[in-house]
């Protein structure tokens, strides 16, 4: 408590550090202090002050982390927060990771979009501690409620296919048939032909178009060339795409085409979608 009273007195706020020390002593609160960051409001007393220790009302920051964004872009934005003490500076993403898990080895996707909150000061690896958490923990309850027909051999693939899903719309009433299509490709042994993982694939090289060049070229995420969900996730994906991934809308669609206003029309055959296609894209 001594040392409380001294740090609190050095850090500028107004109190006799030998009174405030009396006060909480004689107060029978002086042990159950909880140490980390606080705001001191203007009129705080010293007796709100020592109930405020008490509580543990710490000073609190907060950290978007937006579903669909890809780890890299999550790295950014917690590196670039002023108020986190940054222990991951200079790691690896492989050294990062198993600092967090050692269940698998990219940490794509095995992070949960949301919005965390964190004591000033708190070190970057409690929330990717906690995002990380959290990811399994809604990735778990999908798993658990999917339906039977799913084609998944483990819910890591499911995550793949969430992340494609939260990369190939932003209308949340399309996620289900857009997992519709993709779940019916893959149970018939088809291309899934999905634009998102070829560009994440291409890494550094995709600078805003995509070429007929590019999706004849294969790499490891180029779902043109290859069969099958690519090897890792292409992004975080959120708990709708999670839930679509595991619950795809009972259709026989195989096709979707943009319409050019945010919405997509889906057909169950080749002729009805290049029907699509030259209606609305070309």
Not at 128 to 136: D, F, G, K
Request: net charge positive; charged share 25%.
């Amino acid at each position: 408590m001594r040392s409380t009273a001294d740090q609190i007195a050095a850090a500028g706020v107004p109190l006799n550090p030998d009174l405030f020390h009396l006060l909480a002593r004689f107060s029978g609160k002086g042990a159950r202090l909880k140490a980390g960051n606080y705001e001191l409001k203007p009129g705080t007393t010293p007796t709100t002050l020592i109930d405020q220790l008490v509580r543990g009302e710490f000073a609190q920051e907060s950290l978007a982390i937006i579903e669909g964004w890809t780890f890299k872009q999550m790295r950014q934005a917690i590196d670039a927060h002023p108020k986190i003490k940054h222990e991951t500076a200079g790691l690896s993403d492989k050294d990062l990771l198993a600092k967090i898990t050692t269940d698998y080895k990219y940490p794509e996707g095995l992070f949960f979009p949301d919005t965390y909150l964190f004591a000033k000061g708190a070190s970057d690896l409690q929330i990717y501690r906690q995002a990380h958490t959290l990811l399994q923990k809604r990735l778990e309850e999908a798993w658990n409620n999917r339906a039977p027909s799913v084609p998944y051999k483990s819910a890591y693939e499911a995550l793949i296919m969430a992340s494609i899903i939260e990369k190939e719309t932003g209308q949340k009433s399309e996620r289900n048939m857009i997992a519709a299509v993709f779940v019916n490709r893959l149970k018939r042994g088809m291309l899934l032909q999905t634009d998102p993982t070829v560009i994440y694939g291409m890494g550094e090289r995709f600078q805003g178009n995509i070429r007929k060049k590019d999706l004849e070229t294969d790499t490891p995420y180029n779902t043109y060339t290859r069969a099958g969900l690519p090897p890792t996730p292409i992004a975080l994906p959120g708990a709708e795409s999670l839930a679509a991934a595991l619950n795809p809308a009972a259709s026989d669609v195989l096709y979707f085409v943009s319409r050019g206003n945010g919405t997509s029309e889906f057909s169950n055959n080749l002729a009805d979608h290049n029907r699509a296609v030259n209606k609305y894209q070309r």
